[in-house]
């Protein structure tokens, strides 16, 4: 079975700062992952996904995922966040079939 | 947006009540979702339609029943609710080739069940 672990459930920094949102995966054979935003009274955005090639993955606003094979991570990371970039993040890992299995979520604050 | 579209965007229901969601996407996707999201959760996969067949039930209690008239449109019937049922409910749709396919996601219904 698949599963995804963010072990966070908050993320507080300040803008301007380097932004990073962690994700540990278990899956059997080669992950597929992504990342997808949440916003307020809205539903997921998709950021980026890794399917194979470069383990750095760039993605949608300046956001990119790196894949860790080895730590089975996939972090989200942002290099100067922005007020704008507070929401509900998802972490999602795949497995061949249709079923997408997302952790419970990290709530990023930035704060000017 | 996304090209998925859900109505309503809220509904209140006693547990008495029988309502529907709808969801309807305009991307030409051949799969659709139904997921429950509630507070501190990871979101829970409920539903999937392939071309139209029912591919996926994760035991989903029979109060809830997921209708796929054509690859567009999905609905999730409801009656005889539970309060704990309370959460947003959100439909998502993709395109399946293979295991790197994005799901694209509607706005969600916010259901309230007295």
């Known amino acids: 079975a698949q599963s995804v672990a963010q072990p966070e459930d908050q993320v507080n920094v300040a803008e301007g700062n380097p932004l990073t949102v962690k994700c540990t995966y278990s899956?059997?054979?080669?992950?597929?992952l992504f990342w997808y935003v949440q916003y307020p009274n809205r539903g997921l955005q998709f950021l980026l996904k890794?399917?194979?090639?470069?383990?750095l993955v760039k993605g949608s606003y300046g956001f990119e995922a790196e894949f860790n094979k080895s730590q089975t991570s996939f972090h989200l990371k942002k290099p100067s966040a922005l007020v704008s970039d507070s929401a509900l993040y998802f972490c999602?890992?795949?497995?061949?079939?249709?079923?997408?299995?997302f952790g419970a979520g990290t709530t990023v604050t930035v704060r000017a | 947006e996304t090209g998925v579209t859900q109505t309503p965007r809220h509904l209140v229901m006693g547990m008495t009540n029988k309502k529907s969601l709808k969801c309807e996407q305009h991307?030409?996707?051949?799969?659709m979702y139904w997921y429950k999201q509630s507070a501190k959760k990871p979101l829970e996969l409920m539903f999937v339609?392939?071309?139209?067949?029912?591919?996926e039930n994760n035991s989903v209690p029979s109060r809830f029943s997921p209708e796929c008239p054509n690859s567009s449109h999905l609905f999730l019937h409801l009656h005889t609710l539970q309060p704990e049922d309370s959460a947003l409910y959100l439909c998502?749709?993709?395109?399946?080739?293979?295991?790197?396919?994005?799901?694209?996601f509607g706005a969600g219904t916010r259901l309230s069940v007295l």
């Open positions: 339609y392939s071309l139209e067949e029912r591919v």
């Open positions: 899956v059997s054979g080669n992950p597929y």
């Open positions: 991307l030409g996707h051949n799969a």
């Open positions: 999602a890992v795949r497995a061949n079939d249709y079923k997408l299995s």
């Open positions: 998502a749709s993709s395109q399946e080739t293979g295991g790197g396919n994005i799901q694209y």
């Open positions: 890794y399917i194979t090639g470069d383990n």
